[in-house]
Nanobody, 124 residues
Framework: QVQLVESGGGLVQAGGSLRLSCAAS????????MGWFRQAPEKEREFVGSISWHGSRINYADSVKGRFTISRDNAKNTVYLQMNSLKPGDTAVYYC?????????????????WGQGTEVTVSS
């Protein structure tokens, strides 16, 4: 059983930056591809990006490409989401998730473990 805990969310003005962290415990972190998702009010959960077991393969949703960067530190059992040039449309609860299926998975149902989420609000 893997536990995931996100942190780093908050309120930021448009154009600003935030760095989200997701700390994992209870399993072998490097066995899991990791993904970031977000869910805005009254919207479905949306894929943001994913990173493979050792970080060699990273995928992003078109909506965040060029602005967001995913990285991981397997020694610290942590995955990060650096978010730059934030827009009001990025406002959502952000979740990290762990998958045994493989990297590049965009479907939430194929991720086995989820964090509780961290809220990001971007003001205009």
């Amino acid at each position: 059983q893997v536990q995931l805990v996100e942190s780093g969310g908050g309120l930021v003005q448009a154009g600003g930056s935030l760095r989200l962290s997701c700390a994992a415990s209870g399993g072998t972190f490097s066995n899991y591809a990791m993904g970031w998702f977000r869910q805005a009010p009254e919207k479905e959960r949306e894929f943001v990006g994913s990173i493979s077991w050792h970080g060699s393969r990273i995928n992003y949703a078109d909506s965040v490409k060029g602005r967001f960067t995913i990285s991981r530190d397997n020694a610290k059992n942590t995955v990060y989401l650096q978010m730059n040039s934030l827009k009001p449309g990025d406002t959502a609860v952000y979740y990290c998730a762990a998958s045994t299926v493989g990297p590049g998975i965009t479907v939430p149902g194929l991720y086995r473990y989820w964090g509780q989420g961290t809220e990001v609000t971007v003001s205009s």
